[in-house]
């Protein structure tokens, strides 16, 4: 099917949650108001609509192959990929000092929903090249960055990360690639990367690859870890390519979705050792690493929401389609399509009311980045960033979980033809299953959000933001019937997640077993309770503008959308309490010779 993006719902959410037009008040944001948003997210749905999307459902079928140490991807990626970088997208949010347009992640974050939704394999490449952009922004020296930057954000070179190693998956700690020091202030690099994604493609002319490695002599464990830029080739000092460099692909993986993506077995130093540039202070890698990791756990969160849209689009036009039975209510004589069904009708709404909750989760997180990195008082730019860090695991972690909801459900809709991979709704079930584990898995980023997000400060930034959730239910319980029923499921959901903020404050040091057995679920509930929080916001605009007469149709499927979510969605966070706090001694009790 065609994907259409939704650019009227996304635009909803940068002017009215994310408020467009505060940013543009920020230094460097001046041109990044309302009007520009729309004018890119315009071009970009163009862009992706009519070259990226296409490629989609055949590049599934005839994925990227992998001969001696070359990688050919999928038929028209490459040509693709050229227009894509012709057209400045991968530099849209990227300073203008290297040839970026230095926008707003508020807009560059919509992009990269509607570039995801269009084709996920394909959104890979850039994706990865951001966070190497970043890692190198914040910390690569003056010499990487004139080398290096212009070439990735023109998107004429591309970017990788290299952690995983065959006997080190998510224990970096146990990483052993060696980083060997030479005269010329260069190292030697050698060892084995895996499940690194455009590791090898035919798309640009460089890649340059941020690899973690260990100099002789490092501390062990985590801390003896430093961060090197490798290139595929490597680079004149004219800026002109040079000789190949000794890391090649030595396989691609086989696997259960985004099969259009190559993801890359690479092997460093079998002919001497790859050459490396230390990127800042040995041992500090790790740190470092995590610039990119966080760019691309939020990135990868949006990629939920994504696939989200996109199995609800085809979901929903299969629906209008497809003919079968007579409906309950006897409003249609004979057998009719199956969107009369009221069985069908919440699916669909699960699906919608999910991806909106994330989208608008998603945009209102984007904006407390800008506003942390360009704010101009030093007390806001903490605050804002505070409260991004805290998003980052709930971006991931819950738009990438609920995206398996939501695009199982697109395959229900479809029923026995949803099972049958023609029909297309196959694919996005099976290539959104990766984003629950990439860039962490989900108890990675339940971990994090549990110590470093919640005990760490005592509760105090989860307490801060159910602090403003209450706020925003004391408008809603002023308002109408509809805006009443959220208020309350806000409300129960807000106790539900103080509850469980106390259970772990309390129980982290004294029983991190109780704190970490719920951590997932405590990560689901907060996820839930923010993008319900997001959709209360929403409905409070939608009726404002409603009453103002602006697009009926459009605003009461806001107010529907935000109470089906308080009443099927919001729903679950009390009973993920209980689980929580009330259930964590049931998770451990099974002896282990049991299992």
Known sequence: MSYKAPVKDILFNIEHLARIDEIAQMPGFEDAGLETAQA???????????????????????????????????????????????GGWQGLQHPADFGGQGLPKTIGAACGEILNSANLSFALCPLLTDGAIEALLTAGGDELKATYLEKLISGDWTGTMNLTEPQAGSDLAAVRTR?????????????????????????????????????????????????????????????SLGDRNDVYCVSIEHKMGIKASPTAVLQYGDHGGAIGYLVGQENRGLEYMFIMMNSARFGVGVQGLAASERAYQKAVQYARDRVQSRPVDG?????????????????????????????????????????????????????????????????????TEMSLEATDLGVQVHGGMGFIE???????????????????????????????????????????IAAQIEATEKELAAGSAAAQVVARRLAAGRQAFLDVVDFIVASAKSDPNAAYAGSVPYMLLAGNLVAGWQLGRALLVAEQQLAAGNDATFMQAKIVTARFYADHILTRVPAARDAIVEGADSVTALALEAF
Request: net charge negative; proline share 5%.
């Open 331 to 399: 409003s249609v004589k004979g057998p009719a399509t199956i969107i009369h069904h009221p069985d069908v009708r919440r699916m669909l709404m699960t699906m919608r009311a999910l991806t909106e909750g994330c989208r608008a989760m998603a945009s209102t997180a984007a904006a407390a980045y800008d506003a942390a990195h360009h704010h101009p008082d030093a007390e806001v730019r903490q605050q804002n960033q505070t409260f991004y860090e805290f998003m980052v695991p709930l971006v991931k972690g819950y738009s």
């Open 422 to 464: 023609e029909t297309g709704a196959a694919q996005y079930y099976r290539d959104a299953k990766i984003l629950t584990i990439y860039e962490g898995t989900s108890a990675i980023q339940a971990n994090d959000l549990v110590g470093r997000k919640t005990a760490r400060d005592g509760g105090q930034t989860a307490k801060a």
């Open 179 to 239: 980083a060997e020091p030479q005269p010329d202030g260069t190292y030697r690099v050698f060892g084995t990367k895996i499940f690194i994604t455009y590791g090898e493609h035919d798309m640009a002319d460089n890649i340059v690859h941020l690899v973690l490695a260990r100099v002789q002599g490092a501390p062990e464990g985590v801390k003896g870890i430093s961060l090197f830029v490798v290139p595929k080739f490597m680079v004149n000092a004219d800026g």
């Open 40 to 86: 890119v997210l315009e071009e970009c749905a163009r862009f992706n609509e009519e070259v990226v999307a296409p490629l989609n459902f055949e590049a599934d079928k005839a994925p990227s192959t992998h001969s001696g140490t070359e990688v050919t991807t999928s038929q028209g990626f490459k040509q693709a990929y050229k227009q894509y970088a012709e």
